[in-house]
């Protein structure tokens, strides 16, 4: 270990070799990550750089590589970056799962479709998936007012029945504690806040110690190319990787809207008593004012929300110190002010029924369709503007996962609100329970999951039918060979489960459309009926009466059960280390993008593994003129390796060959993320580094082919590798060959054929002319 890292410079790369003419094989793992010795085929390995959240290692008999005669070595030397603890390391990534809305919407403001000098409108587009992140951050700490003050401190601390089942809230009950000072209404609610007040505490530590750990890794400084602005991709441009900025802005506006949502809940239920007639008039005056500076501070919190975007062309290191400090102090100050305005004493006031939640989730709910109605609209003028036929849902895939996380918001909300009060009284016999509005949302569960179960059974009666196909196209792929029934269905069912991946944008359409529609009419119905969907029902036919009742409890049974299985699922994943990883794979392609709309989503792994890889290779590809370097990616790492090789500058890039293998560059990241991984984005990389191939299986259900646009030599993509790699038991498969799917590409012999023809390509010296079209 010492040995290998005297051999670290200053700036933690890997110094220079010394024999001009080795190869370095740079490889990448995918999701649910590996480990070196894995990943190396060697269980001696050295870290030779990194640290322990991610580093780059060798076999310990490669850790002087380039100290040794030519003739010693017998190939390229190979590095693994292993860079999965990012995604799945200690127990606290178990909290991660409560941001889960706040990642999907975050993923949205990258799904915009590809656009040509529409400037203004791709503003626009961020602007509005920044407010819808920001609505969900109101929503999820709105859901804890109800909980705490609505729930606890006022319906159940407010009924002698409910409190005295639950000694805890003794104190705060009037009749229980014999009009003790904490049992009036206001200083229950002002003892309650604190509990959404601490869960926006928590969520600004989380994003900030995140980005301390993950985020705060500089790029390799450099300046901008001359054709960034009207290149195919962003992700090339020198800031792309660094939002410091941008996040410490968003950071501070979401804490100050989650402290406001809190003084907003506890003071408007106290200014509702001061404001009825023969009310304290001090205190009315007092509740107005405290009211107008709300909804100051909430303005000034839309404003930066909305006034500055991400500076991506260069590494912007500023940062807005006074606006970062002040705006969320400012909120604190408020709240402070609103606790103590509500615990003022107020004779006779009493809590009865239930706070008016309805509104505010009404409102919250009515933005979010409106946001994303609005969204839709902007995508699809995007989109025509430079049509792509590949991207997810003509574009519209953005609004349609805004809606998503928006869905994904309110059943957290809803199902925290239904088990808690089912928790304070089950048979709801004393307290009023959660808003109207939360009940309606759990009814429109069981119907959704209807239409989408119609939705799959078409799916499987299709991948079924194709599958039928594929029977054929098995044996004409290994001719000759004694037939296998059970094998051939086996094979031919693998190939046509790993095309449902493909089939993604039509449920996420079918889902996104019927949530809104869904959602709409629940809204309706709750603020024209004011009445729960069973009640609302109560006098029709018996028909619909009766389906009001089975979705109303079928769906609050849901919402309850799905909360259940969260915290389950989030507990599991504390103790132990293989459910964290299950986790760490949902990361892995949720996280790979920088915090652009959402302060509070998971940390940005990227932000850490780009610079990593571009330092890496830079400091190799520079050290002379015959360097020589293979970056080798699987699966997601080959996404990462795409992104580090943007980051090179060009006469870097000119030095490396891409060798991707199960890769979903164009699969999923093309068709979801058009506007940086689309046809232009990867034909402008085929072009700019040395060469590229990419290899894929028919059975792999995440990689496929690139797909350049015509014209793009040489040509990227090999023809699909045999899956399995022998039908029947053969001299060199004496033993039945698996059907290996997305994994263990290096099993195939096309892999070492080509990464050889790469490094045969990549000479000593300086880079060989790349061959014309049709040469």
Not at 635 to 656: E, H, I, K, M
Request: hydrophobic share 45%; glycine share 10%; with cysteine.
């Amino acid at each position: 270990m010492e040995r290998a890292q005297e051999r670290v410079t200053t700036n933690g790369a890997a110094a220079a070799p010394e024999d001009p003419r080795i190869a370095l094989e740079l490889l990448v793992h995918g999701v649910g990550g590996t480990t070196p010795q894995e990943m190396l085929d060697d269980q001696r390995t050295v870290r030779i750089t990194g640290d322990d959240t991610a580093a780059v290692f060798r076999r310990a008999d490669d850790v002087d590589a380039e100290d040794g005669p030519d003739d010693d070595r017998k190939g390229p030397v190979p590095e693994a970056y292993v860079w999965c603890n990012l995604t799945s390391g200690n127990s606290a990534r178990a909290l991660w799962l409560l941001l889960l809305p706040f990642m999907v919407v975050n993923l949205a403001h990258w799904m915009r479709p590809t656009t040509h000098d529409r400037a203004r409108t791709v503003r626009l587009y961020g602007l509005l998936v920044r407010l819808a992140g920001l609505t969900l951050t109101v929503l999820l700490v709105a859901a804890a007012c109800e909980v705490a003050l609505d729930l606890a401190a006022w319906q159940c601390a407010g009924t002698h029945a409910c409190a005295e089942r639950h000694s805890w809230l003794g104190f705060l009950s009037p009749s229980v504690s014999d009009g003790g000072w904490w049992s009036d209404p206001g200083r229950r609610l002002a003892l309650a806040a604190l509990v959404p007040a601490a869960l926006t505490g928590l969520l600004w530590y989380l994003s900030r110690r995140t980005w301390s750990a993950y985020e705060s890794q500089q790029p390799m400084s450099r300046e901008p190319e001359p054709d960034e602005e009207t290149g195919g991709t962003s992700l090339g441009r020198p800031g792309f990787w660094y939002g410091r900025r941008l996040v410490a802005r968003l950071r501070a506006a979401h804490t100050a809207a989650g402290l406001l949502t809190v003084a907003a809940a506890v003071g408007s239920a106290a200014a509702r008593f001061d404001r009825r007639p023969g009310g304290p008039a001090l205190l009315d005056t007092l509740g107005w004012l405290l009211g107008a500076a709300v909804l100051a501070c909430a303005a000034a919190v839309v404003w930066v929300v909305s006034s500055r975007g991400r500076s991506e062309n260069r590494v912007d290191r500023e940062l807005d110190e006074g606006l970062v400090r002040r705006l969320p102090l400012a909120a604190l100050l408020l709240l402070a002010l609103a606790l103590v305005y509500a615990g003022w004493d107020r004779p006779g006031w009493q809590s009865t029924g239930r706070l008016p939640g309805d509104p505010t989730f009404g409102a919250i709910a009515f933005l979010q369709g409106l946001l994303v109605i609005v969204l839709a609209v902007v995508a699809h003028l995007l989109h025509r503007t430079r049509p792509d036929p590949r991207a997810a849902m003509r574009g519209l895939g953005g609004p349609a996962v805004v809606m998503l996380a928006c869905a994904l918001g309110g059943v957290m909300s809803g199902g925290v609100a239904q088990r808690v009060a089912d928790w304070l009284d089950g048979t709801r016999a004393s307290i009023a329970g959660p808003p109207v509005l939360l009940t309606w949302q759990a009814s429109v569960i069981p119907p959704l999951l209807v239409l989408l179960l119609l939705l799959c059974g078409w799916l499987a009666w299709r991948a079924w039918r194709l599958r039928r196909t594929e029977l054929g196209a098995v044996e004409l792929d290994y001719t000759g060979e004694p037939q296998d029934t059970a094998r051939t269905r086996r094979i031919a069912t693998t190939r046509a489960m790993a095309t449902l991946t493909d089939r993604a944008p039509l449920i996420v359409a079918v889902t996104s459309t019927a949530t809104l529609l869904l959602g709409a009419g629940a809204l309706v119905g709750a603020l024209t009926t004011d009445e729960t969907p069973s009640a609302a029902a109560d006098g029709t036919y018996a028909f619909v009466h009766g389906a009001a009742e089975t979705a109303q409890a079928l769906g609050s049974w849901l919402i309850g059960l799905g909360f259940i299985l969260f915290v389950t699922w989030g507990r599991r994943a504390y103790k132990d280390a293989s459910a964290r990883r299950t986790i760490g794979i949902l990361w892995d392609v949720g996280t790979f993008w920088p915090r652009a709309a959402h302060p509070f989503a998971p940390p940005c792994y990227a932000e850490r593994a780009v610079p990593d890889l571009t330092w890496r290779m830079a400091t190799w590809t520079r050290a002379g003129e015959g360097r020589r370097l293979v970056i080798s990616g699987h699966s997601q790492g080959s996404v990462l390796a795409a992104a580090a090789a943007w980051q090179l500058t060009p006469a870097d890039r000119r030095r490396v060959a891409l060798l991707t293998y199960g890769s979903p560059l164009e699969r999923l990241y093309g068709r979801w993320f058009p506007a940086h991984f689309g046809p232009a984005a990867l034909a402008s990389l085929h072009s700019e580094v040395d060469c590229w191939r990419n290899l894929y299986r028919v059975t792999d259900p995440i990689g496929g082919p690139v797909r350049l646009p015509d014209g793009c030599e040489p040509e990227v993509d090999r023809a699909p590798l045999k899956d399995p790699l022998a039908y029947g038991r053969t001299p060199e498969h004496p033993l039945p060959a698996p059907v290996l799917g997305h994994g263990d590409y290096q099993a195939d012999p096309a892999f070492a054929e080509e990464r050889q023809r790469l490094l045969g390509r990549l000479r000593p010296g300086l880079p060989t002319p790349r061959p014309e079209a049709g040469g």
